[in-house]
């Protein structure tokens, strides 16, 4: 049943749709501005106008959705950037939900992006103080609702924090915005290109104190069903292709969607490699996203969404 691509697709068990596709992007403030990642070739820090033209084309493709993050100006040691009424991502959701309002636009709500310090949280004592954080977390996920996002996404891992945001949501009657949550984020080698492209390098230490330790997967499970509780309507586990069994776990564990995020350094191996001649990229593209799919992901965060969108 291998003889020919017409037999192939007959029996074929995964398949990829564009609007399985969740497409990053990196806002920054200012007009006509592009900016390419050095580490991420082919993709960019936008002001609002060109941002709002590449959901313009992802839109024409087909692709789920988009996902914001926001570089802003000036960043303090209260991430006052994150929950700024008028902050990047605020100022950039009500452009695309008015230029492009039949795209869904999710947005990743962290603090690491707005601090001085680069961490995920408010510092206290040297470290990032868990309770204190909630209340940065829920107040920028509200702003990011009422100025018109589809659904939120928190990334910090936090311990609380979708309980936290699901109740300031319901108590300003934003009820039907739902909670996508980084459920089983991992403390990973893998978000170096991020890093670069967010200026969100941790000035010091690093986040093995609050994301997941990788070797472990049962305790990603406990994650998750705590994030369930709380209020999660779609799991996340990130990176993707390292975590392909926590991904399958949670598949079969949870009746929820559940969505993997092919991360920067997933990306730019792959991209990276190809450059170098060594792997053809389209190939490697389509059987990683396959893969992260097979595994039980429906939902997949990829920098290859128009990639791989206009392949498909
Ligand atoms: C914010 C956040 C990160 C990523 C998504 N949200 C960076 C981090 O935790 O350091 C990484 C995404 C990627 O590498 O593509 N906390």
Redesign the pocket.
């Known amino acids: 049943m291998r003889q020919n691509e017409a037999i192939r697709r007959l029996v074929r068990e995964t398949r990829l749709e564009p609007e399985n596709f969740i497409y990053?992007l990196f806002l920054v403030s200012g007009e006509g501005r592009r900016r390419e990642i050095s580490s991420m070739p082919g993709n960019y820090q936008l002001s609002i106008d060109e941002a709002v033209k590449e959901c313009e084309e992802a839109r024409a493709l087909g692709i789920g959705g988009v996902l914001l993050?926001g570089i802003p100006q000036s960043k303090d040691d209260r991430a006052s950037g994150a929950y700024d009424p008028h902050g990047i991502v605020q100022q950039g959701v009500r452009a695309i939900k008015r230029e492009v309002p039949d795209l869904l636009v999710v947005t990743?709500v962290?603090?690491?992006?707005y601090t001085s310090h680069g961490h995920?949280g408010k510092i206290v004592d040297g470290d990032v103080d868990n309770d204190q954080t909630l209340e940065w977390l829920a107040e920028s996920a509200l702003t990011h609702a009422a100025a018109g996002a589809d659904m939120v996404a928190p990334?910090?891992?936090m311990d609380g924090r979708v309980g936290a945001i699901r109740a300031r949501l319901d108590e300003n009657g934003y009820q039907k915005v739902p909670i996508m949550s980084?459920a089983a984020?991992y403390a990973?080698g893998?978000?170096?290109?991020?890093?670069e492209?967010?200026e969100?390098a941790p000035q010091f230490g690093d986040?093995k104190t609050y994301?997941m330790d990788p070797p472990n997967a049962r305790e990603a499970l406990r994650e998750m069903r705590m994030d369930l509780e709380e209020g999660a309507d779609i799991l996340m586990v990130?990176?993707a292709l390292a975590y392909l069994d926590v991904i399958a776990a949670a598949r079969q564990a949870f009746d929820v969607p559940v969505a993997a995020?092919q991360?920067?350094?997933?990306?730019s191996m792959i991209m990276a490699a190809a450059r170098n001649g060594w792997i053809d990229q389209e190939r490697v593209m389509m059987e990683t996203l396959v893969a992260i799919k097979r595994a039980g992901a429906s939902i997949l965060l990829t920098?290859f969404a128009k990639d791989a969108a206009r392949l498909l």
């Open positions: 990053p993050f990743d962290c603090n690491c992006e995920c990334s910090d891992m980084y984020k990973s893998f978000y170096g290109p991020f890093r492209a967010a969100s986040r994301q990130k990176p995020y991360v920067s350094g997933e990306f920098y």
